[in-house]
């Protein structure tokens, strides 16, 4: 147990050390940042001066190590393009996608179990057909089509939702939440619908898989043969099985929820952690680009971690199958 | 078996095209594979579909009303015409036009070849990557398949999407600026590649540690066949199979991707609309009332990826021994 812990730890280290040599890579290959900062009219001494500022003078090698300690600290400089603290821009989004991805992610949650247990019950009846087909289309249509296409029913048809930014926002310390007002809800509808909608239908047809799978085996029709009424079998015997995996890939969903919101706000102008990278690309503004990459890969690397360290601990055929791969 | 049936067609002399044709035909609408192709209605339209669009985007410059990519043959007074059915609408623009006067039709054929075209080639390329590292990390195995693997490890617990972006972003950055807009669609051809080589590298790296010690393998090696012809010419073809399905299954993933990086502005430049670079500009126009630039390449690239997939659900299904 132990030495699968440090095990996964170290092999954590060593993605977070891959991302960093790639964030800081960028940092490097990157033409010429002072030119993207500054204005026409800048003299070239102006320039020096801020090249010496900023530190981008100093070898390569003495150049890493700076980054690696300073992100540790969550120090990664000043944004090229708008001369304020990487770390300080980041904290100001960082409230406004977690909590699109959160909203997001219990929908998804909320909506999809439910179909996925349905389906997984009445799997020839019309209604769970249905669900399955229209799955299908939340799976294959690309995320922004799906915002695209919301944007144009419900804000520009009907009229009903507002189509971009996050409404009103009222500031608990540093923590900037739009959840207070009605129209910060109004305006969060339809983004965390679009970002829900493709991790439900994979929930939804992960909990089907799985409840067909369950309610073969012999437990489920011992249960019958007792004469247990059906709500008991299908929830308390069968439901709860399937929980294992399903709880499993929601928290690693958490995750792709997390980088797909790039993807959603941008549709939504939704002022988070993506839209910011994505502006942050156009103006090649790296020390942001770095940044989100290094915070992105963290989120993952912990999500993955804990996730895999709760499987080990939850299913203990696993622990058998691994210790007798490892020999132990 | 289809290869084989040809192969003593051909040797015929006399008469030898009309028995290679039969022959051709006979192996591929009487294989199993066809059986199982027109038994299934949904394969048998989304295969229809995905036919007509492919060649449709072939053709696109043979068949389209207008040529969107030439500058001179645009009206501006024509500009943000509605589609024939609606007032104001013309059957010089059955689907209306854009803001330059560009004809939907037009752009939307032209934007369908451009989504395909970098779809197939990104798909030809991660298969490339990922078979020839799959072949070799299956067929090496020791340091040199733990070092292929964690590789496709770390990259597969972050989305494609992500990767892609990244590779984009970072190949953009390095290169020459003035060069950007000539090499942006080979840069997100293999940006995409990239994202998806390890789908296959896995599989393929599977069905190889599987081949390796078989029989047939075993002898080529005792009878002293170099490495690479063993992996090329008899591990390779018995991993075809599931490579197949990985393939179709991954040309959807890849249309979405181009379409997404297109639509976030990075993938390929705005002189070459794609179908995610409509969609991009036709949002613009979306709150004056103008859907018709949004709607018709969004639901061209739906109907496109739908078609793919489903023919890749069955493709996959099909070629599963364990569901015959």
């Known amino acids: 147990m132990i030495a699968f812990i440090i095990h996964r730890l170290v092999q954590s280290v060593a993605v977070m050390l891959v991302v960093a040599l790639i964030a800081f890579a960028l940092f490097n290959f990157v033409g010429d940042p002072i030119n993207n900062m500054v204005g026409q009219d800048t003299t070239a001494i102006q320039r020096d001066q801020l090249r010496a500022d900023l530190g981008l003078n100093d070898s390569v090698v003495v150049q890493f190590a700076r980054f690696v300690g300073h992100a540790a600290r969550g120090q990664f400089g000043l944004s090229y393009e708008q001369a304020r ?45 249905t669900m399955m087909a229209v799955s299908l289309i939340g799976v294959s249509l690309p995320t922004f089509l799906i915002g695209i296409l919301l944007i144009l029913i419900f804000a520009v048809v009907l009229g009903w939702l507002p189509s971009y930014g996050r409404g009103p926002v009222v500031q608990l310390g540093w923590w900037s939440t739009g959840l207070l007002s009605v129209d910060g809800w109004r305006a969060v509808i339809l983004p965390a619908i679009t970002l829900a909608l493709f991790q439900m239908t994979l929930i939804m047809r992960l909990v089907r898989a799985e409840m067909l ?27 709860k099985n399937t929980m294992v995996p399903v709880i499993t890939i929601t928290g690693l969903q958490l995750g792709s929820i997390i980088a797909f919101s790039i993807i959603t706000e941008s549709v939504f102008q939704w002022p988070g952690m993506g839209l910011m990278f994505i502006q942050a690309v156009s103006f090649a503004d790296i020390p942001v680009m770095s940044a989100y990459l290094v915070l992105i890969a963290l989120f993952f690397v912990v999500i993955n971690l804990v996730v895999d360290l709760l499987y080990y601990v939850v299913d203990p055929r696993l622990r058998i199958n691994r210790d007798a791969a490892h020999g132990n | 078996m289809a290869i084989k049936e040809g192969a003593t067609d051909a040797g015929l002399t006399a008469g030898a095209s009309a028995g290679l044709l039969r022959g051709a035909w006979r192996s591929v609408f009487g294989s199993d594979l066809w059986y199982s192709f027109t038994r299934s209605k949904i394969t048998v339209i989304s295969g229809a579909i995905t036919l007509v669009l492919v060649v449709s985007a072939l053709l696109a410059p043979m068949i389209s009303p207008q040529n969107p990519l030439d500058l001179s043959s645009l009206n501006l007074l024509d500009a943000l015409d509605p589609p024939v059915w609606m007032e104001g609408g013309s059957f010089d623009y059955p689907l209306g036009t854009d803001g330059q006067g560009r004809d939907m039709l037009s752009a939307i054929l032209f934007g369908a070849r451009l989504s395909l075209i970098v779809g197939f080639a990104s798909v030809v390329f991660a298969l490339i990557m990922g078979v020839s590292l799959g072949l070799i990390a299956g067929y090496r195995g020791g340091i040199v398949d733990g070092i292929i693997m964690r590789f496709a490890d770390v990259q597969l617990s972050f989305p494609a999407i992500l990767i892609a972006l990244l590779v984009d972003g970072i190949a953009r950055s390095v290169l020459p600026h003035d060069l950007q807009d000539q090499i942006a669609t080979y840069v997100l051809i293999i940006a995409i590649g990239v994202s998806g080589w390890v789908q296959f590298a896995r599989t393929v790296r599977g069905s190889t540690m599987v081949e390796k010690s078989k ?110």
Do not use: C
């Open chain 2, 215 to 324: 029989e047939y393998v075993q002898a080529a090696r005792v009878i002293g066949v170099h490495p690479i012809r063993i992996m090329l010419g008899h591990v390779l073809p018995n991993v075809t199979g599931p490579v197949m399905v990985i393939a179709t299954i991954y040309l959807a993933v890849a249309i979405i991707t181009e379409a997404t990086l297109s639509f976030l502005g990075v993938g390929v430049p705005a002189t070459q609309p794609s179908l995610g670079t409509l969609i991009r500009i036709g949002g613009n126009f979306l709150f004056s009332g103008e859907w018709w630039i949004t709607l018709f390449p969004a639901v061209m690239l739906a109907v496109l990826v739908l078609a793919v997939n489903l023919l890749g659900d069955w493709l996959r299904d099909a070629l599963n021994p364990k569901l015959r």
């Open chain 1, 213 to 239: 799978e369950v309610l073969r085996t012999d437990y489920i029709k011992f249960a019958r043969a007792r004469g247990l009424p059906n709500r008991v079998v299908n929830f308390g015997h069968a439901l």
């Open chain 1, 85 to 129: 603290p990487v770390s300080q821009l980041i904290l100001e989004k960082m409230p406004a996608t977690l909590e699109l991805s959160l909203i997001a992610a219990a929908m998804a949650l909320l909506a999809g179990l439910p179909m996925g247990v349905y389906t997984g019950l009445h799997r020839e009846g019309f209604i769970a057909r």
